[in-house]
Nanobody, 121 residues
Framework: QVQLVESGGGLVQPGGSLRLSCAAS????????MGWYRQDPAKERELVAQ???????TYGDSVKGRFTISRDNAKNTVYLEMSSLKLEDTAVYYC???????????????WGQGTQVTVSS
């Protein structure tokens, strides 16, 4: 059974930094895109950053220049380095991966359980 497990959330002051990690585990044949989304209770889920298996990246406009996404393909793990954090970055951050399980012929999207990031003074 495939699962995504996130870690690294927490409380940080404005201007601070935080690093999120997400590891895909289970019987996996191939991992395509990986990324991070976030959701505030008052807003819709939005893209934070995405990275392809080749390393091409896409960022949401609100985090460009402050967040950096990277991945370790050997470990099926994606990272999100967050710096210059703002109050409005407070949200639950969800890991996403498009992958093919060993028991499937098709790629499908998988989500992590979410990790809370709170930016507060």
């Amino acid at each position: 059974q495939v699962q995504l497990v996130e870690s690294g959330g927490g409380l940080v002051q404005p201007g601070g930094s935080l690093r999120l990690s997400c590891a895909a585990s289970g019987s996996i044949s191939s991992v395509n895109d990986m990324g991070w989304y976030r959701q505030d209770p008052a807003k819709e889920r939005e893209l934070v950053a995405q990275i392809t298996s080749a390393g091409s990246t896409t960022y949401g406009d609100s985090v460009k220049g402050r967040f950096t996404i990277s991945r370790d393909n050997a470990k099926n793990t994606v990272y999100l380095e967050m710096s210059s954090l703002k109050l409005e970055d407070t949200a639950v951050y969800y890991c996403y991966a498009k992958l093919r399980a060993a028991t499937s012929w098709y790629f499908a999207g998988y989500w992590g359980q979410g990790t809370q990031v709170t930016v507060s003074s």
